[in-house]
């Protein structure tokens, strides 16, 4: 009976691991030698910090900013299950391989060693965590660390087994920290005749968009550096993107993209350039309204002078 429950035992964790490349990848990038783990992820953080050299002047209120650099650090967590004695002490050797991943790799002179390269890694998750490569994301790791689920319990083999009389973790659980080496530009390139301002090709995913995704253009006004009037309408006026529309209810079939385009009062929403153009419009209105203002108020000045 036992020998029957055996053959039809079925991982469901490796299942939902494999299913959709659910699997968190290490790999050392002097060695090659990768890691698996499924990815049980329990938290998740990524942080960019911008950092900033700050200089005082007197009679300035504000201080001088001088950028310096971005900064991108990740750090996560993750639950990994054992579904046998044999599973779990296949998680204990992979944390343990982890764990030697933080050491740097040593080369002889003589009797003295030294160290010859630093202890980097390559990362990935899906989308997530991902490099401009299929090896993954670059990273100088701070640290990881694990720690049994004591109220999980262990396994506990006697010394006559296979396993020897060691205690092996049924679930572990692991924490990271790490500082992400950008391989590629990262930033807004410039067009040296218009001054206009694109999203650098190198990095069209960056940070963590599918590389085959398709949402369009994300902010689709873009001005040239040094003409306040763009400058002041783009901040002024945001055009709805292809993530802000929004799908036709399920009972109301779709019209088309003129119905789409169409408020409930029936009439057709301008387009980007035509809220442009009718900012412009607005604010040159509006400057000429000042001007007659003021001339009106030096003409009556002058009349009151003359009486």
Request: net charge negative.
């Amino acid at each position: 009976m036992a020998t029957e429950q055996q053959k039809t035992f079925t991982d469901l964790s490796t299942n939902y691991a494999n299913y959709g490349e659910n699997w968190i990848m290490f790999t050392h990038v002097f060695s090659g030698t990768q890691i698996y783990f499924k990815a049980f992820i329990t938290e998740y953080q990524d942080s960019f910090a911008s950092h900033w050299n700050s200089e005082e002047v007197y009679g300035r209120n504000d201080p001088i900013m001088t950028f310096k650099n971005t900064v991108r650090t990740l750090s996560f967590s993750w639950t990994v299950p054992a579904v046998s004695i044999d599973d779990a002490e296949d998680n204990l050797k992979r944390a343990a391989q982890l764990m030697r991943f933080c050491y740097p790799s040593y080369i002889k002179h003589g009797s003295a060693s030294t160290i010859s390269k630093p202890p980097l890694i390559r990362v990935k998750f899906r989308n997530l965590i991902k490099g401009p490569a299929t090896a993954g994301l670059l990273v100088a790791p701070s640290g990881f660390s694990f720690s049994p689920v004591v109220d999980d319990g262990f396994f506990d083999p006697t010394s006559e087994s296979s396993h020897g009389a060691e205690l092996i973790p049924k679930t572990l659980v692991f924490s990271c920290e790490m500082t992400v080496l950008h391989e590629e530009k990262i930033g807004w390139d410039q067009n040296a005749s218009s001054g206009k301002l694109t999203w650098s090709e190198d990095a069209s995913s960056f940070p963590f968009l599918p590389t085959d995704a398709k949402f369009g253009e994300i902010g689709s006004l873009t001005f040239a550096l040094g003409t306040a009037e763009k400058d002041e309408v783009n901040r002024s006026v945001q055009p709805p993107t292809d993530l802000q529309k929004e799908s036709p209810p399920p009972d109301k079939p779709h019209e088309g993209d003129e119905a789409d385009a169409q408020s409930a009062d029936g009439t057709t929403d301008p387009s980007p350039q035509e809220r442009i153009d009718a900012a412009k419009a607005a604010k040159k209105e509006e400057k000429a309204k000042l001007a007659q203002a003021r001339k009106d108020k030096k003409a009556l000045r002058k009349e009151g002078k003359g009486k």
